[in-house]
T-cell receptor
Framework: DAKTTQPTSMDCAEGRAANLPCNHS???????VYWYRQIHSQGPQYIIH???NNETNEMASLIITEDRKSSTLILPHATLRDTAVYYC?????????????????FGQGTILTVHP | DGGITQSPKYLFRKEGQNVTLSCEQN?????MYWYRQDPGQGLRLIYY???????QKGDIAEGYSVSREKKESFPLTVTSAQKNPTAFYLC????????????FGQGTRLTVV
């Protein structure tokens, strides 16, 4: 399984862009990069995912380097409600009778604190 | 509404008792997962199931057991062999078709006294 490395914590001013890095240098060609966040004592919330190309949705943008060994999650205008633990994960393929599904493994994540 | 439901939200048990945590999904997902989270820590994978009647151990399976008799249900039993069972338990499900995301339940906080 490809492992990910994230900074333990980051700060961001409200209204500014938050850029959260993730290193996944052992990622293989068929593995997706997913980002989730978790607010205290709740289930993780899906943010965005990508394979090769950069992606954008209503919550965030995901920038994946050309060699796919790292990525950056961008929250374009951070708010106080974006304070959470952000997890970058890589989905590895398991096999069951020829059908592949991911073994979903989380690292320690980045504690993002958005301050006024 | 479609979703994934864990029950109960809070659970108390005496030491030495087995306890079963419920996880139900109506999303028609093949894959389901159980995680444990301790205070200030990340999520650790206990067991996962990619299809009905099949499941695999995750990173911390000792002291836990699961079953997957129905597609929509993936109950987790915390046995008396689990040395430190007090934790926050999360269940997730996914189809993973075309790189879709996993959905999480709201968790069960188990306290063993």
């Amino acid at each position: 399984d490809a492992k990910t490395t994230q900074p333990t914590s980051m700060d961001c001013a409200e209204g500014r862009a938050a850029n959260l890095p993730c290193n996944h240098s052992t990622i293989s060609g068929n593995e997706y990069v997913y980002w989730y966040r978790q607010i205290h004592s709740q289930g993780p919330q899906y943010i965005i995912h990508g394979l090769k190309n950069n992606e954008t949705n209503e919550m965030a943008s995901l920038i994946i380097t050309e060699d796919r060994k790292s990525s950056t999650l961008i929250l374009p205008h951070a708010t106080l409600r974006d304070t959470a633990v952000y997890y970058c994960i890589v989905i590895s393929a398991g096999h069951t009778g020829g059908t592949s599904y991911g073994k979903l493994t989380f690292g320690q994540g980045t504690i993002l604190t958005v301050h006024p | 509404d479609g979703g994934i439901t864990q029950s109960p939200k809070y659970l108390f048990r005496k030491e030495g008792q087995n306890v079963t945590l419920s996880c139900e999904q109506n999303l028609n997902h093949d894959a389901m997962y159980w995680y444990r989270q301790d205070p200030g820590q990340g999520l650790r994978l206990i067991y996962y199931s990619q299809i009905v009647n099949d499941f695999q151990k995750g990173d911390i399976a000792e002291g836990y057991s699961v079953s997957r008799e129905k597609k929509e249900s993936f109950p987790l039993t915390v046995t008396s062999a689990q040395k430190n069972p007090t934790a926050f338990y999360l269940c997730a499900s996914s189809s993973w078709a075309g790189g879709t995301e996993a959905f999480f339940g709201q968790g069960t906080r188990l306290t063993v006294v």
